[in-house]
């Protein structure tokens, strides 16, 4: 059974840092990509981040270009996502998600990339920034 388990969550100051790490078992990470999405209250899901454990991409979405960090390591099938500088508009519950590429457009993180209809996500892990 595959699972996807997240943590690190909690509440911080603006301008604080928070590190969520996403613990992936039963699959070998480095067949797929790991994704960061996040949702805020009202607002839709939205992919933040990804890392894949094929040719090593990465993709950040722009407002958290510069301040996040996703790495992964593939012997633990983990990925980490060092948060740093955070903002009040990073409030949201973070979820991770494991899926396997099926038509790649440049590398495996790129936007355009095709993904199989069969993922995986963790439960999520809320983060509140506090102003």
């Known amino acids: 059974e595959v699972q996807l388990v997240e943590s690190g969550g909690g509440l911080v100051q603006a301008g604080g840092s928070l590190r969520l790490s996403c613990a992936a078992s039963?699959?070998?990470?480095?067949?797929?990509?790991i994704e960061w999405f996040r949702q805020a209250p009202g607002k839709e899901r939205e992919r933040i981040s990804c890392?894949?454990?094929?040719?090593?991409?990465?993709y950040y979405i722009d407002s958290v270009k510069g301040r996040f960090t996703i790495s992964s390591d593939n012997e633990r099938n983990r990925v980490d996502l060092q948060m740093n500088s955070l903002e009040v508009e990073d409030t949201a519950v973070y979820y991770c998600?494991?899926?396997?590429?099926?038509?790649?457009?440049?590398?495996?993180?790129?936007?355009?990339?095709?993904?199989?209809?069969?993922?995986?996500w963790g439960k999520g892990t809320q983060v509140t920034v506090s102003s």
């Open positions: 998600a494991l899926k396997a590429p099926m038509i790649v457009a440049g590398t495996e993180c790129d936007p355009r990339t095709v993904y199989h209809t069969v993922n995986y």
């Open positions: 039963g699959i070998t990470f480095g067949d797929y990509v």
């Open positions: 890392v894949s454990g094929s040719d090593g991409s990465t």
